[in-house]
């Protein structure tokens, strides 16, 4: 059973299969007053058969892939239509050799006058000979629609298989960049033997559990990323204190999805280029909401008064941006600006619900 299954399963089987159906589809819609026999009508089916398989695999594997795709067109066209008369040649040669003189008293007086011809006066009729060409391409049109099909789902579903990559791959570098700032936090207070620490362990533990095991999917509910984003803050606030001041502000519903770990990003470069550097108290402000089809967050952070920071966009931002371009089109908008004494980020995300 399974090595029958494999060999229909092979481009061979299928090709097999298709040209039964052709020629069963001739048998049954042929029209039995003008044929004496079931003999009749598969001797010269078959033969019409066998033409249309000359022309498939001809164009499907000499024509098309050498003269057609490599823009030689002129050639193309001419043996193509050479192809076409040669085996009209074949087809009339079998009528005029075999098929006539065996059926020739089944014919009506129209057949058999046109059966008295010679093969040259055959060969002299353009409408015949177009009417013909038709029938001869019929198949190759379908095989070759058929083999365009395939071959556009197999790029879209390497271009899914590309895309997936490309977001593991993105995930990847983000996680490790986040675990290694908030371990700093937590290595800080462990030096200080702080009361807060257990506190700051349960929230790492929470994003951890997050992170690995709660983010997978491509698209996640936004609750889950605000609540993220809420351990993060709290473990910021123990760290910097008194030094940073925080708003958040939500109006999300629960029906939200949005792609993992976007928001995040920018919540940690406003405490990175906003708080880490300030010699006075920072402030960050960042509001979430999602309304109509639209989800709309944007992180205000003040900037500090060194000079230190790199004009370079940092490798977190730049992992966004393609995530973005990978998973929202041109169904997003992300604006960033650098004005005065503030740095504010504006994003803007198609509302992916459920």
């Known amino acids: ?49 066998f033409t249309q398989i000359l022309t498939a695999y001809s164009c499907l594997y000499i024509l098309i892939p050498r003269f057609l795709n490599k823009k030689k067109y002129i050639v193309f066209g001419v043996l193509l239509l050479g192809l076409l008369f040669g085996l009209f040649v074949i087809y009339n040669l079998f009528k005029f050799w075999y098929y006539d003189p065996k059926y020739y008293e089944t014919y009506n007086e129209l057949g058999k006058q046109y059966a008295k011809e010679s093969l040259l006066e055959r060969l002299a009729y353009p409408s015949v000979f177009l009417s013909k060409c038709i029938k001869f391409l019929t198949p190759t049109v379908l095989l070759l629609v058929g083999r365009i099909y395939k071959n556009q789902q197999q790029i879209l579903q390497f271009k899914e298989q590309k895309k997936t990559a490309e977001l593991l791959a993105l995930k990847s570098q983000l996680n490790p960049h986040f675990l290694f700032n908030t371990l700093n936090n937590l290595y800080s207070l462990a030096l200080e033997k702080s009361d807060k620490t257990p506190e700051v362990i349960e929230r790492l533990s929470d994003i951890l559990d997050y992170i690995l095991y709660r983010c997978k999917d491509q698209y996640v509910p936004l609750q889950k990323e605000v609540e993220l984003i809420e351990n993060y803050l709290a473990l910021e606030k123990v760290r910097y204190g008194k030094r940073v001041n925080i708003s958040f502000k939500q109006a999300i519903s629960d029906d939200t999805y949005i792609a993992p770990l976007i928001l995040l990003t920018f919540v940690e470069n406003a405490f990175k280029h906003g708080v880490k550097q300030a010699l006075n108290q920072a402030q960050i402000n960042i509001d979430l909401k999602a309304e109509n089809e639209w989800i709309h967050f944007s992180v205000e952070n003040t900037k500090p008064n060194t000079k230190l920071e790199s004009k370079e966009e940092p490798l977190g931002l730049k992992n966004v941006r393609k995530q973005l371009e990978l998973l929202y089109l041109e169904s997003h908008s992300l604006t960033i600006l650098d004005i005065n004494e503030r740095y504010l980020v504006t994003l803007e995300l198609h509302n992916n619900k459920k």
């Not at 001739?26 to 026999?37: E, H, K, R």
């Open 1 to 49: 059973m399974q090595i029958f299954k494999s060999h229909f399963n092979s481009n061979l089987g299928k090709h097999i299969l298709f040209w039964v159906f052709v020629f069963l589809y001739f048998i049954l819609t042929a029209n039995f007053n003008f044929y004496s026999s079931y003999v009749q009508v598969v001797e010269f089916n078959l033969m019409v058969v």
